[in-house]
């Protein structure tokens, strides 16, 4: 499975952003795809997955301000990250979950003012 993951970038406190993580080859149902996000000096936390069949998990400090989904037929799915806060800056990682588990490469999110 490859993952490619979109969006993210820099964004003031309060603002929004979209991530968008798209999976291709061979992918078998049921699945879960989300976000794990790593600040510097910090563990990789869970921002939020969601599972194939719609099953939804986030992060605590997340619950409110994000929202996932997922377009079964393209593979994709969308972080919607709203309020965002100077603590939300992170690399965040697409995870990818079936048989095996597959990691995208990361993708930088940067909220100051």
């Known amino acids: 499975v490859q993952l490619q993951a979109s969006g993210g970038g820099s964004v003031q406190p309060g603002g929004s952003l979209r991530l968008s993580c798209a999976a291709s080859g061979d992918i078998y149902r049921p699945n879960a795809m989300g976000w794990y996000r790593q600040a510097p000096g910090k563990e990789r936390e869970l921002v939020a997955t969601i599972s194939s069949n719609g099953s939804i998990k986030y992060g605590d400090s997340m619950k409110g301000r994000f929202t996932i989904s997922r377009d079964n037929a393209k593979n994709t799915a969308y972080l919607q990250m709203n309020s965002l806060k100077p603590e939300d800056t992170a690399i965040y990682y697409c995870?990818?979950?079936?048989?095996?588990?597959?990691w995208g490469t990361g993708t930088l999110v940067t909220v100051s003012s």
């Open positions: 995870k990818f979950t079936g048989i095996w588990i597959f």
